[in-house]
């Protein structure tokens, strides 16, 4: 550095040219400032410094970012489900309809938890599964997207509820019966006797008829449904914060409520196929067009609707 400021180029010769331009007492200095600024900022830094004297004179220490950063790859899959064991089936199918994109840490952290939580919810109250369980079980995140764990959605078959069918699950979410079996579920699951089996079914029959009643009351109450407002944020949030069992609540109602399909998917098979219950892909699909050959009038609209 030139005396008045700026830079000032200086020849050496050869020998000058290899040699270290730092004595190895302020190298040792610069090395022991350098760890003191790591373990004062808790991470490594990229510091600036100038000599003046024998004084060494810190200019800037800011963090590094020229090495040790995470990959492309390692920030897809940064927020991933761990997977109890390889084997485990997972899919995007049906939930990739309603969450079709990559999920922000936010949309991850409170929607996918609530369908999470309302899928245990359906499982504790029919008794299969003892209580909840702080993790993701039945949904996860894989590269950013939502997956449906369906060895975890297994809980709720005929392995432990008495009527429920796997293969009326596998249409709804696939179209198709797939190769994961029964006898796969139940190696991961287990299997309930039968007499818990029938407890289970009775209670998750009457789950998800209260759950119509629940969903009709909370549309009544969410007409007049109002957060007062608050002088301060803090307040704003101690009040929402009060009424988070609430929203808990009705989307666990909303939950069940929608598991009623499964059901009502059973009854249109087995009245359509007079009660053969003849559960394939083919047929799911033909039945709506056999509908609009019926004399029935009802069925033909009904065969309208499905047809749409």
Request: charged share 20%; glycine share 8%.
């Amino acid at each position: 550095m030139a005396a008045l400021g700026g830079t000032q180029t200086v020849g050496v010769d050869a020998d000058e040219a290899h040699r270290c331009c730092l004595p190895d007492d302020l190298a040792l200095e610069l090395g022991r400032i350098g760890l003191l600024l790591e373990k004062c900022f808790s991470d490594p830094r990229d510091i600036e410094w100038a000599i003046a004297d024998g004084t060494v004179y810190l200019l800037q220490a800011r963090p590094i970012t020229s090495f040790g950063f995470e990959s492309e790859e390692d920030l897809i899959h940064e927020l991933d489900t761990p997977l109890a064991f390889d084997d485990e089936w997972v899919t995007t199918a049906n939930i990739g309809e309603m969450m079709p994109g990559a999920l922000t840490p936010l949309s991850a952290s409170v929607f996918l938890r609530g369908v999470e939580k309302g899928i245990q919810d359906i499982a504790v109250v029919a008794g299969c599964r003892p209580q909840y369980v702080n993790l993701h079980k039945q949904l996860g995140l894989c590269g950013g997207h939502a997956h449906i764990n369906l060895h975890n959605l297994g809980m709720l078959y005929e392995n432990h509820i008495l009527g429920n069918d796997k293969r009326v699950s596998d249409l709804a979410i696939f179209g198709e019966i797939l190769e994961l079996t029964v006898e796969d579920l139940i190696e991961y699951n287990g299997s309930s006797p039968w007499y818990k089996r029938l407890p289970n079914a009775v209670r998750s029959h009457m789950n998800r008829i209260g759950s119509y009643n629940r969903t009709k009351n909370w549309e009544h109450v969410l007409k007049d449904y109002k957060i007062p407002s608050r002088s301060s944020a803090i307040e704003l949030y101690a009040e929402i914060d009060q009424r988070l069992g609430d929203y808990t609540q009705c989307f666990l109602d909303a939950m069940s409520l929608f598991e009623r399909t499964g059901a009502y998917s059973v009854v249109l098979m087995m009245t359509l196929t007079q009660g053969q219950r003849v559960l394939d892909g083919h047929s799911l699909q033909q039945w709506p067009f056999s509908c609009l050959e019926c004399s029935d009038h009802v069925c033909t609209i009904t065969g309208k609707r499905l047809v749409q």
